[in-house]
Antibody, heavy 115, light 107 residues
Framework: EVQLVESGGGLVKPGGSLRLSCAASGFTFSSYSMNWVRQAPGKGLEWVSS????????YYADSVKGRFTVSRDNARSSLYLQMNSLRAEDTAVYYC????????WGQGTLVTVSS | DIQMTQSPSAMSASVGDRVTITCRASQGISNYLAWFQQKPGKVPKRLIY???SLQSGVPSRFSGSGSGTEFTLTISSLQPEDFATYYCLQHDSYPLTFGGGTKVEIK
C-alpha cells in the first residue's frame, strides 16, 4: 500500500524558515516524480513544486520561487521542502503527492506563519 | 502558464440528480487532466485520470470526458456521500494548475 507521511509543520514567524519532510513507503520511491501541493485555510489547491525521480528536473510555482527548495533522498525514500523567508500567505496545509497525476497524497502538515 | 477555469464554483443539487462540472484549459492539454474529490478536513482523492479513466475503487456513477481544452466530470446520480468539493488538475506542462474548485452542496 502506498503511504506518504508528511511532517515538519508548525508555527513560524514571518521571515522564518521551516523544513517539511515526506516519508514514502509501499512503492519504489526512486522511480516516481514527487510534488508538493498546498491549501490555504478555506481555499483551493495550489501546486507548489515538483521534482523528477532522478532530481534532474525541478519546478516551482512563481509564488515560492527563490524562497522554497525541493529535494529528495531516494535512499531514504524521502521528499523535502525547505521553506525560507516565510510569509503570512504561505500559511496552509502542505501535502506531498506522487507523480504529476497526483495519484496518492499524504495526510498533510499544517504550516502557520504568524507573529 | 495554462489557466484552468472550472465552473460552476458552487452548486446545489439533490440526491439522484445528474451533476456536470466543467474545466476549460487556456490551451490544449491533450488528456493530461485529473479530477479530485475533497471532503472537509480530508485529503483530496483522485477520481478520474487521463481525462476519462476511472480510478480503481471509485463508483461507476462518476465519469470524465473531454480532450484538448474542454473537460467534464459527470456524476450520473448524486449520492449523499458525493457532497464535496471537486477540483481538476492539468499536468500537461509546468506550472501544474488546479481549477478553482466546485462545491457541491445539498439542495
Amino acid at each position: 500500500e502506498v503511504q506518504l507521511v508528511e511532517s515538519g509543520g508548525g508555527l513560524v514567524k514571518p521571515g522564518g524558515s521551516l523544513r517539511l519532510s515526506c516519508a514514502a513507503s509501499g512503492f519504489t520511491f526512486s522511480s516516481y516524480s514527487m510534488n508538493w501541493v498546498r491549501q490555504a485555510p478555506g481555499k483551493g489547491l495550489e501546486w507548489v513544486s515538483s521534482i523528477s525521480s532522478s532530481r534532474s528536473y525541478i519546478y516551482y510555482a512563481d509564488s515560492v520561487k527563490g524562497r522554497f527548495t525541493v529535494s529528495r533522498d531516494n535512499a531514504r525514500s524521502s521528499l523535502y521542502l525547505q521553506m525560507n523567508s516565510l510569509r503570512a500567505e504561505d500559511t496552509a496545509v502542505y501535502y506531498c503527492a506522487r507523480e504529476n497525476y497526483h495519484d496518492s497524497w499524504g495526510q498533510g502538515t499544517l504550516v502557520t506563519v504568524s507573529s | 502558464d495554462i489557466q484552468m477555469t472550472q465552473s460552476p464554483s458552487a452548486m446545489s443539487a439533490s440526491v439522484g440528480d445528474r451533476v456536470t462540472i466543467t474545466c476549460r484549459a487556456s490551451q490544449g492539454i491533450s488528456n493530461y487532466l485529473a479530477w479530485f474529490q475533497q471532503k472537509p478536513g480530508k485529503v483530496p482523492k483522485r477520481l478520474i485520470y487521463a481525462a476519462s479513466s476511472l480510478q480503481s475503487g471509485v463508483p461507476s456513477r462518476f465519469s470524465g470526458s473531454g480532450s484538448g481544452t474542454e473537460f467534464t466530470l459527470t456524476i450520473s446520480s448524486l449520492q449523499p456521500e458525493d457532497f464535496a468539493t471537486y477540483y481538476c488538475l492539468q499536468h500537461d506542462s509546468y506550472p501544474l494548475t488546479f481549477g478553482g474548485g466546485t462545491k457541491v452542496e445539498i439542495k
